[in-house]
């Protein structure tokens, strides 16, 4: 019996050497309904908050609910078809930024929340978490519910826990619980100006 990391591996392939731990990284939707220990989530949050960051300002906040109560909570501001398969996820944390410092506004907190987003993502698939990123909810409706301040912008919402099997997925969406591959990487870089082949 493959392991799933073998899958993964039958899908991807980079074209230059680069850590493993990069490749095996994706984001399926089935979870199980298996509870993530504390500890183990800690370590995934601290992971994300050694990010890097401008002035190392940490504009990070992550609003965790990992009780069914709090889960409930963030559920009516979940699109549908998000919510068919992420009910059953035991852990959800959305992803805010503080848009201003006491310098004024703060013009990287989105790319180095996204930095943050990326630390968490990976140390989840070190610790055997899968995560999933996702922005079709009403933001507005969520920054209402979580009393979120205006001066925070909400960036995405992340399931986190153990995977479980595509056949535990609603019929629809079973197709799609395959690792996605990625476009040659020179199909995005430019040299020297924008537009300009890298060669």
Same mark, same amino acid.
């Given at each position: 019996m493959?392991?799933?990391?073998?899958?993964?591996?039958?899908?991807?392939?980079?074209?230059?050497?680069?850590?493993?731990?990069?490749?095996?990284?994706?984001?399926p939707?089935?979870?199980?309904?298996?509870?993530?220990?504390?500890?183990?989530?800690?370590?995934?949050?601290?992971?994300?908050?050694?990010?890097?960051?401008?002035?190392?300002?940490?504009?990070?906040?992550?609003?965790?609910? /990992?009780?069914?109560?709090?889960?409930?909570k963030?559920?009516?501001?979940?699109g549908?078809?998000? /919510?068919?398969?992420?009910?059953k996820?035991?852990?959800?944390v959305?992803?805010?930024s503080?848009?201003?410092?006491?310098?004024?506004?703060f013009?990287?907190?989105?790319?180095?929340?996204?930095?943050?987003w990326?630390?968490?993502a990976?140390?989840?698939?070190?610790? %055997?978490?899968?995560t999933?990123?996702?922005? %079709?909810f009403?933001?507005?409706?969520?920054?209402?519910?979580?009393?979120?301040?205006?001066?925070?912008?909400?960036q995405?919402?992340?399931?986190? %826990?153990?995977?479980?099997?595509?056949?535990?997925?609603?019929? %629809?969406?079973?197709? /799609?619980e395959?690792?996605?591959? /990625?476009?040659?990487?020179?199909?995005?870089?430019?040299?020297?100006?924008?537009?300009?082949?890298?060669?």
């Amino acid at each position: 019996m493959s392991t799933l990391k073998e899958e993964v591996a039958q899908v991807r392939q980079a074209a230059y050497p680069i850590d493993p731990a990069v490749l095996n990284r994706w984001s399926p939707r089935s979870f199980l309904e298996k509870e993530v220990p504390e500890n183990t989530l800690l370590s995934v949050l601290e992971a994300a908050h050694w990010a890097p960051s401008a002035f190392n300002a940490q504009p990070w906040r992550f609003i965790v609910a /990992r009780t069914r109560e709090q889960r409930e909570k963030f559920f009516p501001f979940i699109g549908e078809f998000n /919510r068919s398969w992420c009910e059953k996820a035991p852990v959800l944390v959305l992803i805010v930024s503080k848009t201003v410092t006491d310098k004024g506004e703060f013009p990287s907190h989105a790319f180095d929340t996204g930095a943050a987003w990326g630390f968490l993502a990976l140390e989840a698939a070190k610790q %055997g978490l899968a995560t999933h990123a996702m922005t %079709g909810f009403d933001f507005a409706k969520a920054r209402e519910i979580l009393e979120i301040p205006e001066d925070h912008a909400i960036q995405a919402l992340v399931a986190i %826990g153990y995977q479980g099997a595509k056949e535990n997925l609603p019929e %629809g969406i079973r197709a /799609r619980e395959v690792p996605s591959q /990625r476009v040659p990487v020179k199909d995005v870089l430019y040299e020297g100006s924008f537009g300009k082949s890298f060669k």
